[in-house]
């Protein structure tokens, strides 16, 4: 018998993650969650809150929001079925994002799928599970990213790509549209409709409709 | 002499707040605090994190997100110039947000501008400050949401409502809409534009382009 659709979710995180890419597919998430069973980890390296801003930059000049982990990557639980990985200015932080790297490696053979949001595809492609894989990022941090795994197959004209059990998608936003995709798949595309509506939101629901291609 | 573009925001928070709500307005306010100095107040009845999760539901059924606030409404800085109030479930129950209400109220003589997301106008129209004002709401809630403010002028057909100094969006995911609507009018349509790029986010620049009047 096919196992239904996944229910165990997890989200890693990072200081100085971008907001929309971690709230953008969860909220969709959230909403579908009113009428199909999931559970959501939230991971961090330690239990305390984890800012959008970047814990170590010399002065602080963003405004930004904490959200509160409910996992370390230590103690994550083993049953996690689809890890979503999110971007942002942290990503650029090789020292600071290591746990995040290690335990994408660790954990990618027992997941069913792995998400990742705009730059959350260097954090995959350090980790080596993108290699040989079709994967895209965000467009005005393309030349950055791609240096991270030499061995990917960028795909650079995409809002998402789905290699196998691998999504990844374009800059911020377009995780929204990736997370309507695979809501579309796993849970069908009434449910992935049905949410949308409740959401107010018009999905691109063509991965190879691509507006900021040619923004960098 | 003019004064310059707000740079005070405060958002409103309550349990059983909408994600999406709060992140797709404040993620397009933190890439522009990149460039333009903002300073962002978090407010809630306590400084406990605050769940999207509604804290008194018989049993929670749904995933969600704790977010950090920075201040209770008691001991909010009096020089907030931009309110964003979120919608969610939370804002069905009365007595849970009726801080909520009394804040926006007597906040609202010193505020420049007034953001509601969603069913956050039913949580302004309760406070009075809709009166006599054109505002809008959630597709799916509207009926509830009207009856919250009789004297309210409703516009169902609207991607996002401006009156004077309130801005009230349609659900959820037309936030964002809006905030770049108030990003190009008080930042600068090249900021809007900018900000846009780098969350590669297509805007919907037509208040009203409405394509979730029908959906009720």
Redesign the interface.
């Known amino acids: 018998m096919l196992p239904g659709p996944p229910s165990k ?1 997890a989200v890693a995180l990072f200081s100085g993650f ?3 890419d ?3 597919p ?2 969709a ?2 909403i579908l ?2 009428t199909n ?4 980890y ?1 991971l961090s390296t330690t239990l305390d ?1 984890v800012s ?1 801003i970047l814990a170590n930059a010399p002065t602080p ?8 982990p409910t996992h370390t990557y230590q103690d994550a639980p083993k049953d996690i079925e689809v890890l979503i990985v999110p971007g942002g200015r942290g990503t650029r932080e090789l020292e600071l994002t290591q746990p995040v790297v290690d335990f994408i490696e660790a954990s990618f053979p027992s997941l069913r799928f792995l998400l990742t949001v705009c730059t959350g595809s260097a954090l995959a492609a350090r980790s080596g599970v993108l290699d040989g894989k079709n994967a895209t990022s ?3 941090a393309f030349d950055w990213v791609t240096a991270q795994g030499p061995d990917v197959k960028w795909v650079r004209h995409a809002r998402w790509v789905q290699d196998g059990n691998i999504l990844t998608s ?5 995780g929204i549209d990736m997370i309507y995709a695979f809501i579309s798949d796993q849970y069908g595309e009434e449910a992935a409709s049905k949410v949308a ?6 999905r ?1 629901t063509d991965s190879t409709n691509d ?2 291609d040619k ?1 960098a």
């Open positions: 979710i971008q907001a929309l971690v709230f953008g969860l909220d998430l959230n969650s009113y069973p999931l559970e959501l939230l809150p959008t000049s963003a405004i930004g929001q904490s959200l509160v965000n467009k005005l374009s800059g911020v936003s377009a509506t409740m959401s107010e939101y018009t691109n507006p900021f923004a």
